[in-house]
C-alpha cells in the first residue's frame, strides 16, 4: 500500500514552459486535491475533486489545470509556467472529504526561473 | 476574515519532557480540527483530530484539546523524543479546510 504517489520530487522550469505534476493514490479514496506550500504560509487549496469526472477550483486556481479521469490518478497540470508558481506542491487524497483526514505525498519541489 | 494562527513559531524541549503546541482559530463554525506533522522533505502526516462536540481526545503519547470558549487548540505530546522534531501544523475546517502555518519542535538530549 504505497498510499499517495507524487511525481517528479523535483522539477525546475524556464518561465512559459508548461508540465504535469503526476499523482496517484491507492486508498481507494475519492477526495484528492492539490495544494501549494510557500515560506510563512498556511498549505493553500489549489484545485480539489470530490470523485472521477468532478472537479473544482479552490483558493488559488489561476494558471493550473485539473482533471480526473479515474479515482486514482489527479494530475496537476501548470499551463505557462511562472516564477510565481516557484513553491512545493502536495497531492492529497480521503476518503471523505473536508471532515476526514487528509493523506499527503511527499511533494513536488518546483522552480521556474 | 478566515485566520489559523501559531502562538510561537518555533519551540524547544528537552528529551523526556512533555510539548504542548498551541494553535488560535477564528472561525466560531469550525466544527473539525486537525494536527497534522511534516518532517523535513516530507509531506503532512495526520497526527490527530478532533471534532467540535469533543474537549479532548488522546491517541498514543499525543492529546488534542479544544476550548471553544475562547477558540483554541492545543496538542500535547508526552515524553518527547528527538523522532518527534518536526513542523506540526493545525487545521481547522467548516466549508473548507484552513491550515495554519506551522510550529517548528526542536527536541534536544
Known amino acids: 500500500n504505497a498510499g499517495v504517489t507524487q511525481t517528479p520530487k523535483f522539477q525546475v522550469l524556464k518561465t512559459g514552459q508548461s508540465m504535469t505534476l503526476q499523482c496517484a493514490q491507492d486508498?481507494?479514496?475519492?477526495?484528492m486535491s492539490w495544494y501549494r506550500q510557500d515560506p510563512g504560509m498556511g498549505l493553500r487549496l489549489i484545485h480539489y475533486?470530490?470523485?472521477?469526472?468532478?472537479?473544482d477550483q479552490g483558493e488559488v486556481p489561476n494558471g493550473y489545470n485539473v482533471s480526473r479521469s479515474t479515482t486514482e490518478d489527479f494530475p496537476l497540470r501548470l499551463l505557462s509556467a511562472a516564477p510565481s508558481q516557484t513553491s512545493v506542491y502536495f497531492c492529497?487524497?480521503?476518503?471523505?472529504?473536508?471532515?476526514?483526514?487528509?493523506?499527503f505525498g511527499n511533494g513536488t519541489r518546483l522552480t521556474v526561473t | 476574515g478566515e485566520s489559523v494562527g501559531l502562538h510561537l513559531p518555533t519551540l524547544s524541549v528537552q528529551e523526556g519532557d512533555n510539548s504542548i503546541i498551541n494553535c488560535a482559530y477564528s472561525?466560531?463554525?469550525?466544527?473539525?480540527f486537525i494536527w497534522y506533522k511534516q518532517e523535513s522533505g516530507k509531506g503532512p502526516q495526520f497526527i490527530i483530530d478532533?471534532?467540535?462536540?469533543?474537549d479532548k481526545r488522546q491517541g498514543q503519547r499525543v492529546t488534542v484539546l479544544l476550548n471553544k470558549t475562547v477558540k483554541h487548540l492545543s496538542l500535547q505530546i508526552a515524553a518527547t523524543q528527538p523522532g518527534d522534531s518536526a513542523v506540526y501544523f493545525c487545521?481547522?475546517?467548516?466549508?473548507?479546510?484552513?491550515f495554519g502555518t506551522g510550529t517548528r519542535l526542536q527536541v534536544f538530549p
Open positions: 492529497a487524497s480521503s476518503y471523505g472529504g473536508r471532515d476526514s483526514p487528509l493523506h
Open positions: 486508498m481507494n479514496h475519492e477526495y
Open positions: 475533486s470530490v470523485g472521477a469526472g468532478i472537479t
Open positions: 472561525n466560531s463554525a469550525s466544527d473539525y
Open positions: 478532533i471534532r467540535s462536540n469533543m
Open positions: 487545521a481547522e475546517s467548516t466549508d473548507k479546510l484552513i
